[in-house]
């Protein structure tokens, strides 16, 4: 299995002149210095890839020990293609993947192993809460069938961690091709779930503190949470 982070983006919510990946957090670490301290408990850091566009080059002085993909249109793409990028140098063999922005605690990647392991797309979800704003979902024969940020009436929330199996990858990349420059990757698994019945499990991790950072005050809640 490979790991996927997507940390392309320009964040501008935030207001960092810095990629929002390297945004400080008071226990000492950065957004990505924590996300690879926690995955790298679990995972090998050779699997880890990490998509850059924007300020490149802070990213990758910063952390030289992984592999990195570059999207030259990170100024005009959003996630759907990034992640693209990163299948297509991984078609065969299963990803798992999270936005550049969150803040997990690390015992919840032993929550997802047990799906990792038997090798079952899915979607972590935080069903707690459900904030007009964020990525939402809803269910259908317990399998997602709706996920966006306009989804009515939605279960919960997307967390920004996700896996696609091996055996779903391709489908997968083929919808991310039909995404329009602009669209999430969240776009590329509606369209396969419509169109190749892609199986795409909600694991809930609510029981875990687990935020993405947007704005100031997300990072002042981040802070809190992970002192």
């Given at each position: 299995m490979k790991i996927v982070i997507l940390a392309a983006g320009i964040g501008s919510r935030l207001g960092n002149p810095f990629p929002k990946p390297l945004t400080p957090l008071n226990n000492g670490k950065s957004i990505m210095g924590m996300q690879l301290d926690n995955l790298t408990e679990y995972f090998n850091v050779d699997d880890i890839n990490i998509v850059v566009g924007f300020k490149k080059d802070l990213i990758m002085e910063r952390f030289p020990e992984v592999t990195?993909?570059?999207?030259?249109?990170?100024?005009?793409?959003?996630?759907?293609?990034?992640?693209?990028?990163?299948?297509?140098?991984?078609?065969?063999?299963?990803?798992?993947?999270?936005?550049?922005?969150?803040?997990?605690?690390?015992?919840?990647?032993?929550?997802?192993?047990s799906y990792i392991q038997k090798e079952q797309s899915f979607v972590a979800v935080n069903t707690s809460k459900v904030a007009e704003e964020e990525v939402k979902y809803t269910l259908k024969n317990d399998y997602i069938n709706e996920l966006s940020k306009t989804v009515k009436n939605g279960l919960g929330e997307a967390v920004g961690i996700n896996f696609i199996a091996k055996k779903d990858i391709q489908n997968f990349i083929t919808r991310l091709e039909e995404c329009d420059d602009n669209d999430y990757f969240e776009r590329g698994l509606e369209l396969a779930i419509e169109k190749d019945q892609l199986q795409i499990s909600a694991v809930d991790i609510s029981a875990f503190d687990c935020m993405e950072v947007d704005f100031k005050e997300d990072l002042d809640n981040v802070n809190n949470l992970f002192r």
């Open positions: 990195y993909i570059y999207n030259p249109f990170f100024d005009r793409t959003n996630t759907s293609k990034s992640l693209l990028k990163a299948l297509k140098k991984n078609k065969d063999q299963s990803v798992l993947w999270l936005n550049g922005d969150v803040v997990f605690d690390a015992r919840l990647l032993k929550e997802l192993s």
